[in-house]
DNA sequence: AGAAGTGGAGAACGGACGTTCTCTGTGCTT
DNA sequence: AAGCACAGAGAACGTCCGTTCTCCACTTCT
């Protein structure tokens, strides 16, 4: 098997683990049966569980920013833009599989314990924030509004992990949708917003 | 040494070190010895550490809320309670032992392999909500708007446990004036609401 | 064909930790 | 004073798990 093919599925099976069961409740011995991958590549491409799981982060954290921005991207109106983040929350909330946010998660289990988890926790969160920055200050909002609307979706994602329900997302939508416009973004009154993408008419 | 007296330093060396390091990252062994309590005791009182979790998260809970509470109950003006609790939170963050809320880090830890972590961790949440669902409603405010503020309030406790800060807790407090604001609370407009106690005039 | 390297399966090692057990001392009861 | 219940200290046990090692089949190059 080639290494980079190892590698990818060793991701797999990590990220499927980790994330359903926890870091610590998965062994090594469960991402090599799962993935296929024997212990001895197992450590040849991750010579610790910590850099497995590091990547495990890096590697959701690349997807997870990519597909939230493509999403975002459907759409062009600036106030729109913002709250399609909710709406994409939300689909995120109804997957089956969804058990919370992956970092929130990683951070409770090992922040305390792994500087590097840790770290990878807070670069995530950090460019998540500046990506919602950057959505309000497209919208003609100062930083401040980025930051609550950054609240809001990290309480989202909080209580759908822990009650499971989809409705956080719903809720924190509205807040947002008050919150733009109180700060008088150049934005629709907009109940109408985001039902579909402007030019996803297919 | 009484039973009683045993099982709250028992418990009081849980909670710190539960709390403080995450409660896989501690042993039995490290409670009995910060605690001071034998291991035969510890068992005869818990038995099971999973029971002397649940303990912890129920203990913590009630004070959690209990001070919460009282420091809400310093307010009358209904508009000026909800805001009160932001600046509780905001108080709470600036413990230099804070790490983050117990009960999300404790679900990231455990949510996902112990059920009754897991129900008390919504439990507690639930309670949470419920409690701002009332201070909402005396501000004459729907249900919807409590929910939005639990999601401020539990945006801010996640970023002000993973980057360390307090300003989480101004950032919702501020988002959630402009959301009572735009609801129409019984409340005034309020940049001065919250600067001192009505009648903690000592 | 033979040698040498590669990879997989899985045993083995070492430490951590939840839980139980043993031993010893102590204070209380009769 | 003798016996007894209990408590503490800490050893012991069993399991889990991260990590390494052994052994063997297979490929590849000369």
């Known amino acids: 098997m080639d290494s980079e093919v190892a590698r990818g599925r060793a991701l797999d099976a990590a990220e499927r683990l980790f994330y359903g069961r926890g870091v610590q409740a998965v062994g090594m011995d469960d991402v090599r049966g799962d993935s296929g991958v024997s212990l001895k590549r197992l450590y040849q491409l ?99 509004v980025g930051g609550q609307l950054f609240l809001l979706a990290e309480g989202a994602m909080v209580t759908a992990g822990v009650t499971g329900g989809t409705e956080p997302a719903r809720a924190a939508r509205e807040a947002a949708r008050v919150l733009l416009g109180a700060a008088g973004a150049d934005t629709p009154a907009a109940d109408a917003v985001g039902v579909s993408p402007p030019s996803a008419t297919r």
């Open 46 to 144: 991750f010579p610790a569980k910590e850099q497995l799981v590091v990547a495990y982060l890096e590697r959701r954290d690349a997807r997870w920013r990519a597909r939230l921005a493509e999403h975002v991207d459907r759409y062009e109106e600036p106030g729109t833009r913002i709250l399609a983040v909710y709406d994409w929350l939300g689909q995120w909330f109804a997957e089956p599989d969804f058990r919370g946010c992956a970092w929130i998660n990683a951070y409770g289990e090992l922040g305390a314990t792994s500087a590097p988890v840790a770290d990878r926790v807070r670069a995530h969160k950090g460019a998540f924030r500046e990506f919602l920055d950057g959505l309000a200050a497209g919208a003609g909002l100062p930083a401040a």
